[in-house]
């Protein structure tokens, strides 16, 4: 065992070629960009003075230092591990798709109904089964509207349901639920 072997460093390699590959991708589409995201002023004071340089550099630096970290990768070709890890970095883009259907359907259920449908269907997606984690989540939502509509008065659209209820109850609803 040489000496060298023992000073390397062991680090994880799962997932490290796709992170670059698209690191490297990202970089060069920003790069490509800056054009059009930027400008150029001729009368500037000096090179450091435009608004296009110094994104340039930085983005510039990441091109090289990805592109330089792709070529001194010892191994150059995702492998199985590799999209397992991917995969383990794509799971949580689940939780985002729930926020997102819960405020898309916010103005068309209401925001309490809402609440307490998404609380209730994310106890039942983490695997929770007890009544007693429904009824929890069922007060958490509630306690959530009373904390946004009531004590801090955030404006919140009503809903779209609320147009067939009576005039005083559809008040009541678009107003406090």
């Known amino acids: 065992m040489s000496i060298?072997?023992?000073?390397?460093?062991?680090?994880?390699?799962?997932?490290?070629?796709?992170f670059i590959l698209g690191a490297l991708g990202l970089s060069l589409l920003l790069l490509s960009q800056i054009t059009t995201q930027t400008e150029w002023i001729a009368d500037a004071d000096s090179l450091a003075?435009?608004?296009r340089f110094w994104p340039g550099v930085a983005l510039a630096l990441m091109v090289g230092g990805f592109a330089l970290h792709l070529l001194r990768m010892r191994r150059r070709r995702p492998d199985r591990l590799d999209w397992v890890e991917v995969r383990r970095w794509l799971e949580p883009l689940e939780y985002v798709?729930?926020?997102?259907?819960?405020?898309?359907?916010?103005?068309i259920v209401g925001f309490l109904p809402m609440?307490?449908?998404?609380?209730?269907?994310?106890?039942?997606?983490?695997?929770?089964?007890?009544a007693g984690y429904y009824w929890t989540a069922i007060l958490f939502a509630v306690g959530m509207v009373t904390l946004f509509?009531?004590?801090?008065?955030?404006?919140?659209?009503?809903?779209?349901?609320?147009?067939?209820?009576?005039?005083?109850?559809?008040?009541f609803f678009i107003l406090y639920l």
């Open 115 to 130: 609440s307490i449908l998404f609380g209730c269907a994310l106890v039942w997606r983490l695997g929770y089964r007890g």
């Open 149 to 171: 509509k009531g004590l801090l008065g955030v404006k919140i659209p009503g809903a779209s349901l609320y147009e067939v209820l009576p005039g005083a109850l559809r008040s």
């Open 4 to 18: 060298e072997s023992d000073l390397q460093a062991r680090t994880r390699i799962a997932g490290q070629a796709p």
């Open 49 to 51: 003075a435009q608004p």
């Open 97 to 107: 798709l729930w926020f997102m259907a819960f405020v898309y359907l916010v103005p």
